[in-house]
């Protein structure tokens, strides 16, 4: 049977000992001479020694893990999100835990009490509706975290939005200037703080170009693909000849419901999303919509997180990203 290497080997070694290979491992070896510094590497990489993963744990107190929570890790919106997360976690060495916390945020509270326990070093929490208490319990703790679209609740922890109002309105722009004066949008009730920015910019839109909006064009259901597809007779009946679909999941779920009610896209209804996930250019028609730097966002949020953890003390950050118009061929003059 092998024996293990263990870090008195690599003591030996390197001719030094266990508590300078110790500290030089756990990053704490800045008093040593860049001699020792590398000895002490030559001699780990030579013998294969990684160390002890729990142990290691307890000298630096840090996990080198941070948590994500989301609603919904099929949503494609979050698999881009996560992906960006994963690109900067990877490269600074930190494992991402990634958590779906369902589309109540049934498992918000039971995963962040969990994983407080279990000392990860932060959280990046993409989910809304957060109870105030769970915030503040964080806050309590001296537990970093970074908020995404819950800006209407403090400005007490780091955060990172995107210009939702700005989107709201440049989509409803979009759609008067190609003539379409009565225009749907299709939300959840009770919605985020990010959603109820781009119904809000929606509105401003309508009431810039002097159209008074009626009650019928509002149009709530949960926000997912099945969601789009289950208030199509109540689009229709509305009367409208355009749809705001706040993202590209309701609006998928609209092309389903059109498509079996024989109406076409654009020529019937023109439609556009929110976020430009990946499939907006491989359904037909190709759909035009609101790109959110979706990437850069879970790149953005790790890089506040990692900050923070390295940071305690700094001072709150937030950050605003931009969005633009991806027009491709769902809309249609009229």
């Known amino acids: 049977m092998v ?8 003591a030996a070694l390197a001719q030094t000992s266990v508590t300078t290979v110790s500290l030089i491992l756990n990053h704490k070896g800045q008093r040593f001479s860049s ?25 630096n107190k840090k996990t080198r893990t941070i948590a994500v929570l989301v609603p919904d890790i099929n949503n494609p919106f979050f698999s881009e999100f996560i992906q960006g997360i994963e690109e900067v976690a990877y490269r600074e060495n930190f494992i991402p835990l990634i958590y779906s916390v369902g589309a109540n945020n049934q498992k918000v509270d039971y995963y962040l009490k969990e994983l407080i326990r279990r000392n990860v070093d932060g959280f990046i929490l993409a989910v809304s509706g957060l109870d105030i208490n769970l915030l503040a319990q964080l806050s309590t703790q001296q537990m970093p975290y970074i908020l995404l679209d819950q800006s209407e609740k403090q400005h007490q922890s780091d955060e990172i939005t995107v210009q939702d109002l700005m989107g709201g309105q440049m989509a409803t722009d979009y759609l008067i200037e ?9 939300l959840p009730a009770n919605s985020a703080w990010n959603i109820d920015q781009r119904l809000l910019g929606y509105r401003e839109a309508l009431a810039a170009h002097d159209i008074n909006f009626q009650d019928d064009w509002l149009i709530n259901t949960e926000l997912s693909k099945k969601g789009g597809y289950q208030v199509t007779n109540q689009v229709i009946a509305s009367g409208v000849t355009a749809v705001f679909a706040v993202n590209d999941e309701l609006a998928i779920g609209l092309y389903r419901g059109f ?28 759909l035009t919509t609101i790109k959110q730097p979706i990437f850069e966002l879970g790149q953005e949020a790790t890089r506040l997180l990692l900050d923070r953890i390295a940071d305690p003390d700094k001072p709150i950050q937030q950050r605003i990203l931009a969005v633009s118009l991806i027009e491709r061929d769902s809309v249609q003059p009229i």
């Open 178 to 186: 190609h003539g379409h004066r009565k225009i749907g949008i299709v």
């Open 3 to 10: 024996r293990k290497v263990t870090i008195k080997d690599v």
């Open 35 to 59: 001699e020792t510094i590398d000895r002490v590497h030559k001699a780990q990489v030579e013998l294969g020694y990684s160390p002890d993963y729990f142990a290691q744990n307890m000298v």
């Open 259 to 286: 498509a079996e009610h024989q109406l076409n896209i654009p020529e019937n209804l023109s439609i556009i999303g929110y976020d430009n996930v990946d499939w907006c250019e491989y359904v037909t028609p190709k």
